[in-house]
């Protein structure tokens, strides 16, 4: 493979062109990839996509790197709208461009088709105490459930080394060893419905925004 001198500089935390930059980013989510074995040939993969911009280069890149070094692995955008106004229904928007950008399939499945209630109507019920805690659970379960429709046997999503430091730090607060211990793995969920993999999990938020 042809490395510029630029991407050996990255390798060792320093400055980068642009181009350089681009390709390092990638070709180092291709060697997290590889070095956890996330994928084989012929999985079907859902990406979770939140409109976020950790979802959006993660979909962009599982495109770019599954055609660059031929994973042979299915994809598709799924998306869990939570129906709270004002906050998905933009968000969903920027899921719609990405599938046209992109090429890819896009499921949008709706809290209101899967449990007959929108966040809105739950938080009208229940009041703002704890319902980021329902709505995390919900959607956990809606991307298993929308996956499994889709054929899908594999989840990934685009949370990223700031987002996992941030889960260590709360479980550590919370004095909740089990999930301390869980909440760095690579790939979650072997247990349950689907295996859900983290291709950012070395991935710090301020590359992905660049
Ligand atoms: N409504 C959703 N539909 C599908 N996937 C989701 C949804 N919300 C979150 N995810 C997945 O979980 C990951 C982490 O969730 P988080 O709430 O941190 O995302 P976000 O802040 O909405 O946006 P992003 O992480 O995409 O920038 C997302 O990157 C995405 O893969």
């Not at 298993?144 to 941030?166: F, P, Q, S, W, Y």
């Not at 790939?187 to 950012?200: I, S, V």
Request: proline share 1%.
């Amino acid at each position: 493979m042809f490395v510029t001198v630029c991407q050996l500089i990255y390798l060792q935390g320093d400055t980068l062109c642009k181009e350089c930059f681009f390709y390092a980013f990638e070709e180092e989510i291709h060697k997290t990839i590889i070095d956890a074995k996330l994928f084989k040939r012929g999985d079907r993969i859902a990406i979770g996509a939140s409109g976020g911009k950790d979802s959006t280069v993660l979909a962009y890149t599982m495109k770019l790197l599954n055609e660059r070094h031929d994973y042979g692995v299915e994809l598709t955008l799924l998306s869990i709208d939570e129906g709270i106004t004002g906050y998905r229904d933009d968000s969903l928007q920027t899921v719609k461009r990405n599938k046209d950008t992109y090429k890819l399939p896009l499921k949008i499945l709706s809290y209101k088709e899967l449990y007959g209630w929108t966040m809105d109507a739950i938080v009208q019920e229940i009041g703002q105490k704890n319902n980021c805690t329902f709505c995390g659970v919900f959607r956990r379960q809606a991307l298993d459930r929308g996956a499994i429709m889709l054929h899908c046997n594999k989840v990934v999503t685009g949370h990223n080394a700031d987002d996992i430091a941030e889960t260590v730090i709360m479980n550590v607060l919370r004095g909740d060893i089990g999930r301390l211990r869980r909440c760095t793995a690579i790939t979650t969920g072997t247990e349950g419905a689907l295996p859900r993999c983290k291709p950012f999990k070395y991935t710090y938020e301020k590359e992905i925004v660049m």
